[in-house]
């Protein structure tokens, strides 16, 4: 029989921003908000691994909850274990993969320890100025 087409313990994104440089001309932090998937099972961010795949390439890395993860609501030594838990996720793009210029894009991929993924499209805006602390992605 053919696989379900979601897996119990999928994260999903509730929102997704990113930090623009002091030059004003790209953008070097994402934060995303995340949740469990309605049905998840328990998600340890611990056990969590992030791609992101761009114009600069490919980089993989497990969640490091102790610096990548603050706590936004009910999440317990890096896991979500409630409908209404949040975390951020924050990335320094200079060290993780690389800034993101105007109009640039890289597709951020989130795998769950059970191997469940998903995948977010990240496109900085055309036009950021130095007026702009971050920016919606």
């Given at each position: 029989?053919?696989?379900?087409?979601?897996?119990?313990?999928?994260?999903?994104?509730?929102?997704?921003?990113?930090?623009v440089?002091?030059?004003?001309?790209?953008?070097?932090?994402?934060?995303?908000?995340?949740?469990?998937?309605?049905?998840?099972?328990?998600?340890?961010?611990?056990?969590?691994t992030?791609?992101?795949?761009?114009?600069?390439?490919?980089?993989?890395?497990?969640?490091?909850?102790?610096?990548?993860?603050?706590?936004?609501?009910?999440?317990?030594?890096?896991?979500?274990?409630?409908?209404?838990?949040?975390?951020?996720?924050?990335?320094?793009?200079s060290?993780?993969?690389?800034?993101?210029?105007?109009?640039?894009?890289?597709?951020?991929?989130?795998?769950?320890?059970?191997?469940?993924?998903?995948?977010?499209?990240?496109?900085?805006?055309?036009?950021?100025?130095?007026?702009?602390?971050?920016?919606?992605?």
């Amino acid at each position: 029989s053919p696989a379900p087409l979601t897996s119990p313990d999928r994260l999903q994104v509730v929102s997704q921003s990113g930090d623009v440089n002091g030059a004003g001309d790209a953008v070097n932090n994402l934060q995303f908000v995340v949740a469990k998937a309605p049905g998840a099972g328990n998600i340890d961010l611990n056990e969590t691994t992030v791609e992101f795949v761009g114009d600069q390439g490919q980089e993989t890395r497990i969640l490091d909850t102790s610096s990548d993860v603050n706590n936004i609501q009910g999440v317990s030594s890096g896991v979500l274990t409630d409908d209404s838990d949040r975390a951020e996720i924050s990335f320094d793009l200079s060290s993780d993969y690389g800034t993101l210029s105007e109009g640039e894009s890289v597709t951020v991929t989130f795998t769950t320890a059970s191997g469940a993924t998903t995948v977010k499209e990240i496109r900085v805006p055309t036009t950021i100025t130095s007026e702009d602390s971050s920016v919606r992605l």
